[in-house]
C-alpha cells in the first residue's frame, strides 16, 4: 500500500511540473509545442475547468479539485492556463477516461464569489456544446455548472 502511495504522489508532482512547464508566460504566443509533453493524473475529486475571455479568444484555466472554493488569483494566475480552444482540446486529450471536469460558468462563481469574479464566465453556448461532444468522444465527463 505504500509503495501505490508512494507512486501516486511521485505522478501527482510529475504531473504538476509538466503542468508548470506547458503554461504560458502572460498568456501570448502559441503554447502547442509544450502541450506535447504534458501528462495528466486521474484526481480523485477531478478537475475543474475555468474559462475567460481574452481579446477574441478565451483563455481556459484547469485547476485540481479540492474541498474549498479556489480564489480568482488562483483561476487566473495559475500554472495550468491555455488560450484558445484548439489548445483546450489538446489538454483535454491528455485526461484519462471517465474523467470528471466541472466547467465552472457566472452563476456558479455568483452564487459563491457573489460580485469578486471578475470575467471568469463560459463562452458562447456553440462553444460550450462543441467542448461537450468532444468530451463525450473523449469518455470524459463534463459537467457544465452554469
Known sequence: ???????????????????????KENNQGNN????DTLTISHSMKGWELYSWPNGNDWNYSFLEGTNRVK???????NKIVFTGIDSLRMVLDKFPAKEYIFWIGRGWLSDIWHENYGNLSLPDSNTVNEIKSYCI?????LVVNE
Open 71 to 77: 480564489t480568482y488569483k488562483e483561476v487566473t494566475e
Open 1 to 23: 500500500m505504500k509503495k501505490a502511495q508512494t507512486a501516486f504522489c511521485i505522478s501527482l508532482i510529475v504531473a504538476s511540473f509538466l503542468f508548470t512547464t506547458c503554461s
Open 137 to 141: 468522444k473523449r469518455d470524459l465527463i
Open 32 to 35: 502547442t509545442s509544450k502541450l
